[in-house]
């Protein structure tokens, strides 16, 4: 590199705008289709458990408490998540969608990493029973 271009380069450095931006108080538009958080939805869910099954990382139970009344709970688990998406397209029902928005999931709880979706009563029976066992149960998400 010549000497002249090297200064013309470090001047015009001084004057650019930074290409960094002061996160957390600056954010940038979340990328419509990126994969965050996975939420569910129990209106159509037959507790079939497909999602759980097709899960390359294990990081869903379905748990069925009764499958005539459609008591279902949703246990995710984010930090085994790679959000990879197939459960959502593995679902025949389109009970599960990723957020594009809900990406900084790092916590220095390990309770922040499991999340319980479903109606309060049915998930407070889980944790409840996950209590007993002496199980690790938190961050609870009703519908
Ligand atoms: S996005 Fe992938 S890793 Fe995450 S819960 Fe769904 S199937 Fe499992
Ligand atoms: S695949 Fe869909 S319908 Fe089946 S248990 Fe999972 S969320 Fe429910």
Excluded at 20 to 43: I, N, V
Aim: glycine share 4%.
């Amino acid at each position: 590199m010549r000497l002249g271009s090297m200064w013309r380069d470090a001047l015009s450095a001084l004057v650019r705008e930074p290409a960094t931006q002061q996160y957390p108080f600056e954010r940038l538009q979340a990328p419509e289709h990126l994969r965050s958080k996975l939420h569910w939805d129990l209106t159509n869910c037959t507790g079939c458990g497909l999602c759980a099954k097709d899960c390359p990382s294990d990081a869903i139970d379905v748990i069925v408490l009764d499958k005539k009344a459609r008591k279902f709970v949703f246990r995710y688990h984010v930090d085994r998540c790679t959000f990879c998406s197939q459960c959502v397209m593995s679902c025949p029902k389109k009970c599960l969608e990723m957020a594009n928005d809900e990406w900084e999931l790092a916590s220095l709880t390990p309770d922040d990493f499991l999340v319980y979706y479903g109606n309060e009563e049915d998930v407070e029976t889980v944790l409840a029973a996950a209590a007993s066992n002496g199980a690790d149960a938190s961050s609870t998400d009703t519908e």
